[in-house]
C-alpha cells in the first residue's frame, strides 16, 4: 500500500502487478497479462516472469521480485520499469547491480534507511541492496538449516516473504522451516516464533506452530501477521 491508499498486488500467474485505486478502481499497473518474459519498459510494455513479493517506498516506487527471471525490479510511481539487481542467470554472486546474481528470489522489503532486503529463496540467503546498487550478503550461509547467530553464520530453509520495522529490523517467514525469524539491524538471526515441526498451536513464541507459512506484515503498533497458508490461517 502506498502513501495515498493505492493497494499493488503481484498477480503471479498472470506476470502483472495490478493497481487497486483508494476507490476500487482495478488497472494492470505493469506487465503484459498475456506474456511472460523479461522486458523494461512503460507499464505493461514491460515483462515480468513469475513475480512473488513487492513492497512500495516512501517516494511511491514499486520494487518486485521477479523470481523466475531472478531479478530485482523497480517501477516508479508513474509506471516505468527498470533492473535495479541481477543479470538473469539462477546463481549467487554479490556485486554491483545487474552483474549480483540471485536464484528464485520470492521476498523484498525497503527499509527507511532505502536499503532493500530480498529474500533470496533458493539460495537460502536475505541479500541487501544499497541505494547506490551493491548487492551483498546480509544474512545465511546458503546451506539449508536451521541456526541462529550472526549474519552468514545463520542457516534458512527457503526463506519467502519478509518485512522491515522503523528500527530496520527484519522478520522473515522461513518457510520450509515452518518458522518465523528476525535478524536485527546489525544481522543477528534469532527465531521469533515455531517450533520447526508441522501444526496449528497457538502459544508464546517457539511453542507455537506453523505450517508452510508464506506471508507476512507488521502493523503500525509492531504487532505480526503472518499468512499460514496450508493451516488457511491468519
Known amino acids: ?18 493497481k487497486i485505486t483508494s476507490a476500487g478502481v482495478v488497472s494492470t499497473f505493469a506487465g503484459n497479462v498475456t506474456t511472460a518474459g523479461f522486458l523494461d519498459g512503460q507499464g505493461t510494455a514491460a515483462l515480468f516472469s513469475a513475480p512473488k513479493g513487492l513492497d512500495v517506498d516512501a ?44 536464484r528464485n528470489p520470492t521476498g523484498v522489503a525497503v527499509a527507511n534507511s532505502g536499503i532493500i532486503y530480498v529474500s533470496d529463496t533458493s539460495n537460502n540467503r536475505i541479500r541487501a541492496i544499497s541505494a ?15 541456526v541462529n547467530g550472526q549474519g552468514t553464520a545463520a ?50 513464541g517457539t511453542s507455537a506452530s506453523f505450517k508452510y507459512p508464506e506471508g507476512i506484515a507488521f502493523d503500525s503498533s509492531g504487532t505480526i501477521f503472518v499468512a499460514d497458508v496450508t493451516n488457511n490461517c491468519i
Do not use: H, M, W
Open 1 to 18: 500500500v502506498d502513501a495515498s491508499e493505492n493497494v499493488y498486488v503481484i498477480e503471479s500467474a498472470s506476470n502483472a502487478i495490478r
Open 59 to 102: 517516494s511511491g516506487n514499486v520494487y518486485v521480485a521477479d523470481a523466475a527471471n531472478n531479478r530485482i525490479r523497480k517501477i516508479t510511481a508513474s509506471g516505468l520499469v527498470s533492473t535495479v539487481a541481477g543479470n538473469g542467470t539462477a546463481g549467487y554472486l554479490d556485486g554491483q547491480g545487474t552483474s549480483a546474481q540471485f
Open 132 to 146: 547506490s546498487g551493491l548487492v551483498t550478503t546480509f544474512a545465511g550461509s546458503g546451506a539449508s538449516g536451521i
Open 155 to 204: 542457516q534458512f530453509n527457503a526463506p519467502r516473504a519478509l518485512t522491515v520495522d522503523a528500527s530496520e529490523n527484519i522478520c522473515v517467514v522461513d518457510y520450509s522451516n515452518n518458522r518465523i525469524r528476525k535478524i536485527t539491524n546489525t544481522g543477528l538471526v534469532s527465531t521469533l516464533s515455531g517450533t520447526g515441526a508441522f501444526g496449528a498451536v497457538n502459544g508464546a
